[in-house]
């Protein structure tokens, strides 16, 4: 690459400028240290202060001219890969900066592969890109303090980047056009008159002159200031710096001289800048118009981004608002369905704890009575003689039938027994959702539960048949809840083998069940029931399936139409037709109004023929 350190514009700085505060006095404020704090992004090592000596306070601070670094003019700007610029002294200090020069581990770790394969391998300078020494080990980068790219350090250092040209163009004629530049050397302010291109100086008459008797070489042209404005633009080569820089190599993407064209770009394309700029400026233009409006479209999606963060927190905060009112209603449902569950059962206790008190109280009152009886008799009986004995066989008969002639004591029942349904949901009366959770006390009894069978005995082959069976406890009430384990089962035999059908149950969830299955050949078969594992009263129920009666006549509009006009053809339909038709027609008397089978009249295609007699003849 170019060395871009030798390139400058003739008048690469600025003169200073006094402040508004300081026009008034007599002496310069003298220059003070300023701390500036190093450290990478993510970086997980201390930072360190380096001192950079501030700059002449008397330039006004423009955004556009500030180092985003030292936050002072740009001095000698360099422009990063990132296109940001940074002065090339704080780049430096950046560079010497241990702790915030990262070195890349994966460029070290490589290095040393490639130092140990080349010991071992003997095909160095073959001209392979693999076979060249890897410069990896000394590959060292800094952040971007502007906007925290990572850049790779150059070989040769920071100076190697691409001064910013145009930048350091405007603030040197922002510094040529004030009014108030000051000589750089004299301590007092006075004007500067003139300024040296090699030392990027500015001396008033005095300075010039001592300036000319030090630095004698030609190298050191001292100008005019008001004559140098008319050279500002012109680029020279510092390798040559008779030469301007008018030659571009297309091969290097370099702005060159004459001279560098012969010694270091040899067997390179070239072209005047005045043709290269041609090409290259329209697509530069073309590459500046397509940001300007990747600029403008990511301004407009940011806006919209905005607004739709806006409205996800707006929804969010709805929905969240939303989930906390229901939650809340939730919990406070579920704590009232609790207490009210709690209160149930104390009250099923209470229920239950009086019936068995009463049936306690029965029994002690049974037991004290056949006491009385059984001593009373057990002295008459052994002791008493016979005019005795009859004379109070009616009050012990009376006494006998008020304790219930002593018959043998029941086993004590109750009506069901208390049970949790998880699975069962109760409603709740002021809101829209389902609670789980129900206390019965209700037992189904399959003794009691009924299952319809009258449409046992006629099924069809190929038409699906439901059965309702309703479930009733032990009192024979029928039970208002479902989650019981219901299975049934349908098998027919068939030259000896046992084969089932599938058969569906589907819970209502209101005591009732509906048991559903489609027969699949005709005769006789046998159809069991359980719930909870214990069978229904009544099973196995024998099953009668027939074959379907299958149509004879045609699915037919119409009499007149599918006979084509035969006044003798009939229909299994009510329809007539004047004319001495005898079967039916469009818009006649009796006519179903939509097609139909003309064997029955039915008005479903796929459908049993239910003929009572001989069809009719076409």
Known sequence: MMDLDNFSYIFGSFARRRSSQERNGAKRRSIEPTIIQLTPPNSKKPMISVTKTKNNPDISEDTKYQCPMCKKRFEDPRVLPCLHTVCLKCLQQLEQADLNVRYDEESEESRKTDEAGSSKNSSAGSGYLSDKPSDSSTAKGFYCPSCGTYVDIPKGGVSKLLPNYLLLRKITVTSLNDNHNLCSICTSDKSALFRCTACKLNLCDICEDVHHRQKPSLDHEVLLIDGAKSTIKRLVCQTHPENEL???????????????????????????????????????????????????????????????????????????????????????????????????????????????????????????GARDVSGFLSDLLSDGTDAEILSFVHPVLNRAEMCGDFEAVAEVKLSGSLQFLKEET?????????????????????????????????????????????????????????????????????????????????????????????????????????????????????????????????????????????????????????????????????????????????????????????????
């Not at 104390?346 to 068995?356: G, N």
């Not at 004319?579 to 039916?584: D, R």
Request: charged share 25%; proline share 4%.
């Open 246 to 368: 008018n030659v571009f190599c297309s091969s290097c993407y370099e702005v060159i001289c004459g001279g560098c064209a012969v010694d270091k770009h040899i067997d390179h394309v070239f072209e005047p800048v005045s043709r290269a700029i041609k090409t290259h400026f329209a697509k530069l233009r073309l590459l500046s118009e397509r940001a300007r409006n990747l600029v403008e479209e990511s301004a407009l999606a940011a806006g919209k981004l905005d607004s739709v963060s806006k409205q996800i927190e707006t929804r969010c905060n709805e929905v969240q608002d939303d989930v906390e009112k229901f939650i809340g209603e939730y919990v406070r449902s579920v704590e009232d369905h609790k207490l009210e569950l709690l209160e149930q059962i104390k009250q099923v206790r209470r229920d239950k704890l009086e019936c068995v008190h009463r049936e306690r109280a029965a029994l002690r009152n049974k037991l004290r």
């Open 426 to 618: 109760v409603k709740c009366p002021n809101n829209f959702f389902s609670i789980y959770g129900v206390l019965t006390t209700q037992n189904v009894s399959p003794d009691n539960s009924v299952l319809d069978t009258a449409v046992l005995q006629n099924l069809r082959v190929g038409k699906k048949v439901e059965i309702l069976l309703e479930t009733r406890d032990n009192d024979g009430l029928p039970i208002e809840r479902g989650g019981d384990e219901v299975i049934a089962d349908i098998r027919h035999r068939d030259a000896g083998v046992s084969k089932s059908l599938l058969v569906n149950v589907k819970d209502k969830k209101n005591g009732n069940y509906i048991i559903s299955f489609t027969p699949d050949v005709p005769g006789k078969l046998i159809l069991n029931v359980n719930i909870n594992k214990k069978p229904v009263k009544g099973s196995p129920f024998p099953v009668i399936v027939r074959t379907i009666k299958q149509h004879v006549g045609i699915f037919h509009c119409c009499t007149f139409c599918s006979s084509r006009g035969n006044k003798d053809a009939v229909c299994g339909c009510s329809g007539t037709m004047p004319g001495g038709y005898k079967g039916c027609g469009h818009g006649h008397e009796g006519h179903p109004g939509r097609r139909h089978w003309s064997c029955c009249g039915i008005i479903l295609q796929y459908s049993e023929c239910t003929r009572t007699k001989q069809p009719p003849n076409f």
